[in-house]
């Protein structure tokens, strides 16, 4: 039997990370909806915690899924200085 190397490339990781962020999307609505601590909302909250564990194996941030927050560029804070 010959034996083959696997091998995890870039592309499979950014074809990976795509379907997954599609796949938390669809349980965030799913928890909006469900009973909170029903059954559905906890396996769901399970599926949520292993899609951010895997993306922290390949990117390194497990709150790579997260939204981000707004925040205001350095170019913007100049013009607004607190009051004296």
Same mark, same amino acid.
């Given at each position: 039997?010959?034996?083959?190397?696997? &091998?995890?490339?870039?592309?499979?990781?950014?074809? &990976?990370?795509?379907? &997954?962020?599609?796949?938390?999307?669809?349980?965030?609505?799913? &928890?909006?909806?469900?009973?909170?601590?029903?059954?559905?909302?906890?396996?769901?909250?399970?599926?949520?915690?292993?899609?951010?564990?895997?993306?922290?194996?390949?990117? $390194?941030?497990?709150?790579?899924?997260?939204?981000?927050?707004?925040?205001? $560029?350095?170019?913007?804070?100049?013009?607004?200085?607190?009051?004296?």
């Amino acid at each position: 039997m010959v034996r083959t190397r696997r &091998l995890f490339t870039p592309y499979e990781a950014d074809a &990976l990370l795509a379907d &997954l962020k599609d796949c938390r999307r669809a349980c965030v609505r799913a &928890l909006a909806k469900a009973p909170i601590n029903g059954p559905v909302a906890r396996a769901v909250s399970g599926v949520t915690a292993a899609i951010d564990q895997v993306a922290e194996v390949i990117t $390194g941030d497990r709150e790579h899924f997260w939204s981000k927050t707004a925040s205001t $560029g350095p170019e913007m804070r100049a013009h607004f200085k607190p009051e004296d």
